[in-house]
T-cell receptor
Framework: QKEVEQNSGPLSVPEGAIASLNCTYSDRVSQSFFWYRQYSGKSPELIMSIYSNGDKEDGRFTAQLNKASQYVSLLIRDSQPSDSATYLC???????????????FGTGTLLAVQP | DGGITQSPKYLFRKEGQNVTLSCEQNLNHDAMYWYRQDPGQGLRLIYYSQIVNDFQKGDIAEGYSVSREKKESFPLTVTSAQKNPTAFYLCASIRTGRWDEAFFGQGTRLTVV
């Protein structure tokens, strides 16, 4: 089982729709969860962090965390063509490979917002 | 302005050469990380350091070496033992503690010629 898993996509949504991105992680003791956006050829940009169960909203973005299910998601409301990018899920604070504080990334989901 | 600076942006290496990628941060972050990204892939952890003069191997450390002599600096050397070094290399720094968000430099694209 991969430590952090995401569907690779592409996930295609029409402009104005809600995009839903999902991520699961393997270590139950993980503490910190992040969503990064990466445009082609650029470095990742942090868009959301979440540390407690429940929802966290920031503008058009909502992160959802369910530690019991080891599941974290990102919702993007009113999707715009400029949201088209790869979205990376990252997890920290677990015990991956016997080491703590390894910030582990999923392989990313490619989102395409169609005008 | 505070941030993370990676240099160079592009780097070409001949077969059998060692090359060093620079990463400097002025965010006063304790932890620094190096990742490798191949086309269409996620980020794979090479090495990380949580304090000065200490570092740990990540998942793909073979063929790489690092040092952490100063809090601000975490250079990565790609040695000749790394058989397939062509990739996009990303450095990140993290403020350790409760709110441990990672911020990235702009990356170095290494190509073997």
């Amino acid at each position: 089982q991969k430590e952090v898993e995401q569907n690779s996509g592409p996930l295609s949504v029409p402009e104005g729709a809600i995009a839903s991105l999902n991520c699961t992680y393997s270590d139950r003791v993980s503490q910190s969860f992040f969503w990064y956006r990466q445009y082609s050829g650029k470095s990742p940009e942090l868009i959301m962090s979440i540390y407690s169960n429940g929802d966290k909203e920031d503008g058009r973005f909502t992160a959802q965390l369910n530690k019991a299910s080891q599941y974290v998601s990102l919702l993007i409301r009113d999707s715009q063509p400029s949201d088209s990018a790869t979205y990376l899920c990252a997890v920290n604070g677990g015990n991956y490979g016997g080491a703590t504080n390894k910030l582990i990334f999923g392989t990313g989901t490619l989102l395409a917002v169609q005008p | 302005d505070g941030g993370i600076t990676q240099s160079p942006k592009y780097l070409f290496r001949k077969e059998g050469q060692n090359v060093t990628l620079s990463c400097e941060q002025n965010l006063n972050h304790d932890a620094m990380y190096w990742y490798r990204q191949d086309p269409g892939q996620g980020l794979r952890l090479i090495y990380y350091s949580q304090i000065v003069n200490d570092f740990q191997k990540g998942d793909i450390a073979e063929g790489y070496s690092v040092s952490r002599e100063k809090k601000e600096s975490f250079p990565l050397t790609v040695t000749s033992a790394q058989k397939n070094p062509t990739a996009f290399y990303l450095c990140a720094s993290i403020r350790t503690g409760r709110w441990d968000e990672a911020f990235f430099g702009q990356g170095t694209r290494l190509t073997v010629v």
